[in-house]
């Protein structure tokens, strides 16, 4: 059985469902089965407070890579805190053929997306006692070490 429930946004963002149909504003209407309205059970679910933990100590990679244009030879030297969060992007960019790198656009429409390559060059796994600004200061000094062993006229 299917019962007709309103969705509705506060002004955080958070959602809630109202079965009072004689509230009258810019809510929509939804069709929402039984068991999605119930109550979880707290007991068996993962709490917010444990999840945001579970994040936190999970492992932080990041590093150097190279986008590289497999016709011109030429490269984009980067770097990123989360490098598996920058090749999703570099991924998701070739699927959808749209650059998200400016510097990179003119190869881009000219060659394609698929004539881009993205290549880790070296990873650095962060520390538990390492605060995120000291993480990124590695990172930045590893990039440097890079640039300094490619040729620059080979970099965008």
Excluded at 18 to 35: A, C, I, L, N, Q
Excluded at 50 to 77: C, H, M, P, W
Excluded at 126 to 133: A, R, V
Aim: net charge neutral; glycine share 8%; with cysteine.
């Amino acid at each position: 059985m299917l019962l007709l429930a309103r969705l509705s946004l506060d002004g955080y963002g958070y959602g809630w469902l109202s079965m009072d149909d004689y509230k009258v504003g810019f809510d929509s209407y939804y069709s929402v089965s039984e068991d999605r309205l119930k109550v979880p059970d707290m007991k068996n679910e993962i709490t917010r407070r444990e999840l945001k933990a579970r994040y936190l100590d999970r492992e932080v990679v990041g590093g150097v890579f190279l986008i590289q244009n497999k016709v011109t030879g030429r490269s984009l030297l980067d770097s990123s805190l989360d490098i598996k969060g920058s090749k999703n992007r570099f991924e998701f960019a070739q699927s959808t053929g749209s650059c998200v790198i400016p510097r990179l656009q003119s190869d881009w429409d000219e060659h394609g997306g698929s004539s881009f390559v993205f290549k880790v060059l070296e990873l650095l796994t962060k520390s538990g006692t390492q605060t995120k600004e000291e993480f990124k200061a590695d990172i930045v000094a590893l990039k440097e070490m890079w640039y300094e062993k490619l040729d620059p006229k080979n970099l965008y």
